[in-house]
């Protein structure tokens, strides 16, 4: 049987990354745009509108935002439900086909039955801050408006959660580990967690 | 600077040995009765006022629970304050001495200028009743009994918590990792946390 690591994450803790070096560490795949992809090659949507649903509650359709027409018009939901059913498809493919660390998009949740192991990933807001305006190619961002993002995305990642999984986003119970990356070394805690997962890699 | 490592932790979840195993892969110290036994020998009151008192919300006096009588009848509440103030400078003074692990406590808290890395390890209910029937004599207490036993003592332990810190017991924000022990290896995850904090011991 094949690991299976899936990484839930705040906006900014640095969750992508830790993810990433993991995953390299350990010399598995690693999904995150990746699906994204997958979903913009094999669905009719535009990939505007994939990046917009693909990991939010669904909401009722608006025609502006998804490329193609769409018949089903009984259910407003459907295409974003649509979305998520292909996202569940193609993340359960990628966790059968070999060990790989897949983040975000409820992956704990979906593939709860290939006992994933589930990390969450999570930062003191300065922290937060500070990452997202390390990688942020606008230097006059201010701080509220980094603030007022976070919180954005982080509603839509908790509501998608909340609402597929019946569970709460970033609760521990649903989850096996929970790093707070504010003042830590993202490679060194990579570096630890390789060591913990090493033995359970297929040999 | 020394390395201060302060386990917060489900009742049965395996934190304590967990402790233990990492303070042992680290070559630091351990402490957790040892705390007990300073208090026994440091405060007047007897061993089990201390045991009931050390990590429970301060209770009004009642002097059958220990063994000398207390002058400060005004202040029903001293005592167990007492001991909680002469539990956290035996704690500090610990802390102090040399690289460290603490269980429970609030130390989390308590030493907080001293830049404790906070574990706090938890588990679901199955595993915490498995856990707490392997340590236990009797063979023939129910799981009902264990259940009782375990939500009681937590409690205890997060009202002491959540008194004293002001905060909430085992809410991600006042810790720096969380490990779900169920259905995982104690000796495995201490390994990997050794790793993890090997380079931030003093050389």
Same mark, same amino acid.
């Not at 509650?57 to 089903?72: A, C």
């Not at 992956?107 to 922290?127: G, K, Q």
């Given at each position: 049987m094949s690991l299976l690591i899936t990484v839930g994450r705040e906006f900014g803790s640095g969750g992508r990354e830790l993810g990433r070096r *993991?995953?390299?560490?350990?010399?598995?795949? !690693?999904y995150d745009k990746e699906i994204l992809q997958e979903l913009v090659k094999?669905?009719? !949507?535009?990939?505007?509108?994939?990046?917009?649903?693909?990991? =939010?509650k669904p909401v009722?359709?608006?025609?502006?935002?998804?490329?193609? #027409?769409?018949? /089903?018009?009984?259910?407003?939901?459907?295409?974003?439900?649509?979305?998520?059913?292909?996202? /569940?498809?193609? &993340?359960?493919? &990628?966790? *059968?086909?070999?060990s790989c660390v897949i983040i975000g998009r409820a992956a704990d949740y979906v593939l709860r039955d290939l006992h994933p192991y589930r990390l969450f990933v999570y930062a003191d807001m300065?922290?937060?801050?500070a990452r997202c305006r390390e990688r942020d190619s606008n230097p006059n961002i201010?701080?509220?408006?980094i603030i007022k993002n976070i919180k954005r995305i982080e509603? /839509?990642?908790? #509501?998608f959660y909340d609402f597929y999984a019946n569970a709460t986003w970033g609760a521990k119970e649903n989850y096996d580990l929970l790093i707070n990356t504010s003042g830590q070394d993202i490679k060194e805690l990579a /570096? =630890? *967690?390789?060591? !913990?997962?090493?033995?359970?890699?297929?040999?």
């Amino acid at each position: 049987m094949s690991l299976l690591i899936t990484v839930g994450r705040e906006f900014g803790s640095g969750g992508r990354e830790l993810g990433r070096r *993991l995953a390299d560490n350990l010399h598995i795949a !690693y999904y995150d745009k990746e699906i994204l992809q997958e979903l913009v090659k094999n669905t009719p !949507y535009s990939q505007r509108y994939i990046e917009e649903v693909s990991e =939010a509650k669904p909401v009722p359709l608006f025609p502006i935002h998804y490329g193609v #027409s769409w018949s /089903n018009v009984n259910d407003p939901f459907s295409p974003s439900t649509d979305v998520f059913k292909k996202q /569940n498809e193609i &993340m359960r493919e &990628m966790a *059968l086909k070999s060990s790989c660390v897949i983040i975000g998009r409820a992956a704990d949740y979906v593939l709860r039955d290939l006992h994933p192991y589930r990390l969450f990933v999570y930062a003191d807001m300065p922290s937060k801050i500070a990452r997202c305006r390390e990688r942020d190619s606008n230097p006059n961002i201010t701080d509220k408006e980094i603030i007022k993002n976070i919180k954005r995305i982080e509603k /839509n990642r908790r #509501s998608f959660y909340d609402f597929y999984a019946n569970a709460t986003w970033g609760a521990k119970e649903n989850y096996d580990l929970l790093i707070n990356t504010s003042g830590q070394d993202i490679k060194e805690l990579a /570096n =630890a *967690l390789a060591v !913990y997962f090493e033995p359970r890699l297929e040999k």
